[in-house]
């Protein structure tokens, strides 16, 4: 079942700060994330594991709460270059297969 | 290394009309994956393989058929296109081992008209 990202979109100015969420509805192994820009193809950014760390990008950090089935994604001091749709894909088990959400489309402003 | 790569970039067909998608990785990785995006629905997986001389279906598997070659290729074939099949097919691989992730080809968009 595909998990749910909140919010759909968010309008940030350069400097804010952004929480994008993802919920599922089964247990999760591990959550991955990714950010898409118009016209190519998502970019990894992010893995969480049950149990394990956190590996990713240097300035984006993630959460994974293990009981409430919940990652959530912290964009902070936002750039301009972190524009895009960020996507959650969640594993409910090794399995290799990534159910991904619906997106969330960020835009950042001068 | 290219990564992942897909070919065509763009194709238009007729309904009826038939085709192949074509992906290769030159990671040697062990799974690899077919996904198209609509707007507003995400990525939605239509099959996978996890290892070479394995393929199962995903969440979207009707209208498509594929093909794991050899351990590099991974096709996606349409018998009959539909304008429902209208949409952006991405291919993505992974090496199946702790802490990967998928990497994701250009894509192909394919319009039926």
């Known amino acids: 079942q595909q998990p749910v990202q909140s919010p759909q979109a968010v309008i940030l100015r350069e400097g804010e700060d952004a929480v994008i969420n993802c919920s599922s509805s089964k247990a999760l192994y591990s959550v991955h994330w990714y950010r898409q820009k118009h016209g190519e193809a998502p970019v990894f950014l992010m893995i969480?594991?049950?149990?394990?760390e956190q590996k990713g990008h240097e300035k984006i950090s993630a959460s994974f709460n293990e009981k409430k089935q919940q990652s959530s994604l912290y964009l902070t001091a936002s750039q301009l270059s972190y524009s895009g749709t960020y996507f959650c894909g969640t594993e409910t088990g090794n399995t290799g297969k990534l159910i991904f959400g619906q997106g969330t489309t960020l835009q950042v402003k001068p | 290394n290219a990564g992942v790569t897909q070919t065509p970039k763009f194709q238009v067909l007729k309904t009826g009309q038939s085709m192949t998608l074509q992906c290769a990785q030159d990671?040697?990785?062990?799974?690899m994956y077919w996904y198209r995006q609509d707007p507003g629905m995400g990525l939605r997986l239509i099959y996978y393989s996890a290892s070479e001389g394995t393929t199962d279906k995903g969440e979207v598997p009707n209208g498509y058929n594929v093909s794991r070659l050899n351990k590099r290729e991974f096709s996606l074939r349409l018998e009959s296109a539909a304008p429902s099949q209208t949409s952006v097919y991405f291919c993505a691989s992974r090496s199946g081992g702790a802490y990967d992730t998928q990497y994701f080809g250009p894509g192909t968009r394919l319009t039926v008209l």
């Open positions: 990671m040697n990785h062990n799974s």
């Open positions: 969480l594991l049950k149990g394990g």
